[in-house]
Structure formats: structure tokens, C-alpha cells
């Protein structure tokens, strides 16, 4: 008799925490979402003008910005109840970086900090707007596991580079991503 009390003890248990996991996918909300970085950046200075008549231009770019979910007007109401938070594709655009135009950025690197994470994406030969490849996108974890651990958190972004032309432009990197997040109170 002691085995069955302690047999419905176990299942009425485990019954407990599988209804808490059903409860919490109930009240969980998945919300689509873009984060969008803009980095105002501007070449440092480029080669010799012997160099451009010879069209082997090479500028070092540089520049940074702030960014934080908070300033997301679709995430906004859901900051205090983000559970997890998946990057699931992404794009970058320079201003007057067209295909065929000739321009290319031969290395680009973003570094995002703050947080507790300090993490460096390189790209290479840009030349037109670019979709970030899916082994890219992982690369991005690390910035969604910072936002679901401090949703409030300022990052700071800092793009530089090389190119073959005289960079002066903003640099827009645009995140999808899926937000899982409580219910919010509307009242």
C-alpha cells in the first residue's frame, strides 16, 4: 500500500511540472522583431593620389553607435518578460555601396560590447547589399543571450574596415529575430 501512495506521490509530481511547462507555453508570446543598427562611419584617410590614378584606392573606415532593444517601439512593452530571444536571419546595406558600381569593401568588422559581451563579426569583399549567411547568424548568439540577460542593456556597435573607395556612410545591420516573452498587462 505504501508503494502505491508513494507511486502517486511520484506521478502527481511529475504531472505537477509537466502542467508548469504546458502553463508557461501558454503564457509565452512569440513576437517577430528586427534589430537595426545604423553605424555612421567615415574614412580615416585613403592612399596616395598616385595610388587612385591607378584605381587601388585603399581607405580605413571607422565609426560607432549606441543601440538598445528598449529602443524598439515592437519589443518595448515586452522587456521585462523576455525569456529567450533567437537571431534568425540578417542583412547588411552601406549608403552608395550598389552592385556594379565598382565599390567594394574589401573587410568589414563589427564589434559589439556591453553587457558582459565583447564579440567581432568580420566580412569580407562587400559590394553590394548582402545577406548575412546562416553560419554568420550564429555568430550573433552571443548578443541574444547578453539581450535576454539584460534586456535593458546599451550596446555599443563599432564598424571598421578597408575599402576601395572614400567611405563616408552609414552602415545598416538588420537582425530578424523571434522574441519569446510573457504575456504583457495592458490594463
Known sequence: ?????????????AYTFTACDQLDDLTTVEVDAEVGIDI???SEGSTSAM???LKSVNSNFSGSTTFSLAD???????????????????????????????????????TITGGG????ITFTN???????????????????????????????ATATGTANYDVDATIKVKLGSKVFAGLINTK
Open 1 to 13: 500500500m505504501k508503494r502505491i501512495f508513494l507511486f502517486l506521490g511520484v506521478l502527481a509530481f
Open 40 to 42: 555612421p562611419v567615415s
Open 51 to 53: 595610388e587612385i590614378n
Open 72 to 110: 524598439n517601439q515592437g519589443l518595448k512593452d515586452y522587456l521585462s518578460s523576455i525569456k529567450d530571444m533567437q537571431i534568425t536571419s540578417g542583412t547588411i546595406e552601406v549608403d552608395g555601396l550598389t552592385s556594379g558600381s565598382g565599390n567594394e569593401i574589401s573587410t568589414l568588422n563589427i
Open 117 to 120: 559581451l565583447d564579440k567581432t
Open 126 to 156: 562587400l559590394t553590394g547589399p548582402y545577406t548575412i549567411p546562416e553560419a554568420k547568424i550564429t555568430e550573433y548568439k552571443p548578443l541574444a543571450d547578453a539581450i535576454v540577460a539584460e534586456p535593458n542593456t546599451e550596446f555599443t
